[in-house]
């Protein structure tokens, strides 16, 4: 019966990461897949919807969950804004695509130092953590924080309204042409530049999304935003660059290892995670969904 | 106006490389302690960004593994800085990182473009993150004591170094190896297909480029004294690299060599002068320079001489 409750607890725990993994690698694959924009500053997105609802709890009592609803759209127009202004000129500015890919890779590395040196100024840069529905539940004996269901909840509600937004909806599908062939796209009458910024935008939004829910159940600091933007990669190339399907299996997959590992030794979690993506690289660079 | 056009066309030339080398080697006689100390850092980032570009420029496979190569140079001075003399140390500190670059370098054959880039970012995160486990549950210390060898030594160790790597930069550039790095670049597929052995070429270069990285590490290591794996692989020493060769422009020898020069030297001031500013000044220097200047600032200085030709042409 313990080793039951053990192993329910690996694999619960491993969801609600999981989750998580999911809904920020979903919203990286967006901006890489789509728009070729590999956003190195894509964890410190996560770290600004953190703290901003660290700080609208501590300061005035805003629920979390609400401030979810607010950092979303407004840092979905950030991201809107940054790539019809930044990312735009440099598409138009770069030789080939793969010419635009490294550029924008060093901008979004400038981009992540701004921020992260803006958040410092702000926040300081202690680690910091509030409780929020911190009552523990119970499921077949073993006990979670209430929090890290809800967020569990949250992150795979989120994820399956945006996978049927980009399957169902006119502009998803507008999205998944532009990330087939660019210009076919554009020539059947998809505005490929607006394209491009609502996928920025909606990566930042799912970082939105992420960021509040991470600051429920993890401890939060300004220069965490790297490493969410690495676990995000992996995830990203592990379900297949481009998959937005593929991200969200890959997600919870990572999150269930990473959640083995930490149950032996918290320590090794990235290390696993690097070998793990290392070896997927050299075995099967193409992901698990990937086309060939 | 001569002297520019003089410096900018034949930046190399022999005269000059003497003079600057006479007034470098002699500099510690006659200034501070301080600009001694500063010095010895600009060059520090000079070899890498050199380095860097010995293997990325030509063949544009983005690497990211600089504070792999960097780091296990350290690590090395750390690990037997105490049982051998200085010159071993640091030979040993850059066969280690040779070695380690030819592993790498023949697992990542098939790797391209962003693979390439986040393969190698990931090798020099997952050492540290290895050796930050294992210092913290099989040493039971993060950190680690380094042997302390004075600055001036350090300086003429690093000056040597500098200029190892910039010949090494230099005859690559010139010789018939050079060209092939250069069409592997263009076009791989191409490359093989006129005789290139691609692979060969790709992984020895890059072995290179780790050895003087890894010389580095185990000469600074000694200056900083105390050293911990977020020091040793902190990932700043993988993107300055690029950022400054790209700053720079990596169409010329001299470009990485202006460019690191002229970030390091920025980066020290505006650490010192502005500590809670300096990542925002920093990003922002970044993102306008990939903005305006995609050709680097020797590409800015010769499009400007081009245009001034080409005027005082119209003109006659």
Known sequence: ?292 | MDLVGVIFKRPFSLGYLFLALILFATIPLYVQPYFVILLTTVFMYIIITVSWTIFSGPTRYISLASAAFFGVGVYTSALIGKTFPLPVVILAGSLISFILALFIGLLTLRLRGMYFIIFTFSISELMRNFLLWWETTMTGTVGRWVVMVEHVTVYYVILVILVLALLTAYLIRRSRFGLALKSIGEQEEAATHIGINATVVKTITFAISAFFMGATGAIMATKWKYIDPRIAFDPLLSFMPVLMAIFGGTGQLFGPVFGAAVLAYLEEILTTKFPYYYMLLFGSILIVVILFLPHGMVGLVQKWRKGGSKRQNANS
């Open chain 1, 1 to 292: 019966m313990i080793v039951f409750t053990t192993i329910l607890d690996v694999v619960i725990g491993g969801l609600i990461m999981g989750g998580i993994y999911a809904l920020i690698a979903v919203g990286l694959s967006l901006q890489y897949g789509v728009g070729r924009v590999l956003n190195v500053s894509h964890g410190e997105f996560i770290m600004i919807g953190a703290f901003a609802t660290w700080s609208l709890y501590t300061l005035l009592g805003v629920s979390p969950l609400v401030s979810l609803i607010i950092c979303g759209p407004v840092l979905f127009v950030i991201g809107f804004l940054i790539h019809r202004t930044l990312f735009q000129y440099l598409r138009g500015q770069s030789e080939s695509i793969g010419a635009f890919a490294d550029s924008s890779l060093l901008a979004s590395f400038g981009l992540l130092f701004i921020i992260q040196n803006v958040a410092l100024l702000i926040w300081k840069a202690d680690i910091r953590g509030y409780s929020y529905l911190n009552s523990s539940v119970s499921i077949l004996g073993a006990i979670f924080a209430a929090n890290r269901l809800v967020a569990l909840l949250f992150a795979v509600v989120i994820s399956l309204v945006f996978y049927f937004f980009l399957t169902r909806t006119r502009l998803g599908k507008g999205i998944r042409a532009a990330a087939e062939d660019p210009v076919t796209a554009q020539v059947m009458g998809v505005n490929i530049h607006r394209v491009l910024a609502i996928c920025f935008g909606l990566g930042a939004l799912m970082a939105g999304f992420a960021g509040p829910l991470i600051s429920m159940i993890y401890e939060i600091q300004p220069t965490m935003g790297l490493e969410y933007t690495v676990i995000a990669i992996i995830v990203v190339v592990l379900g297949g660059l481009g998959s937005i399907t593929g991200s969200l299996i890959g997600g919870f997959i990572l999150g269930l290892i990473g959640s083995i590992v930490t149950y032996f030794d918290p320590g090794l979690s990235l290390v696993a995670y690097y070998i793990i993506f290392i070896l997927l690289l050299l075995i099967r660079p193409t992901g698990i969904l990937g086309k060939g």
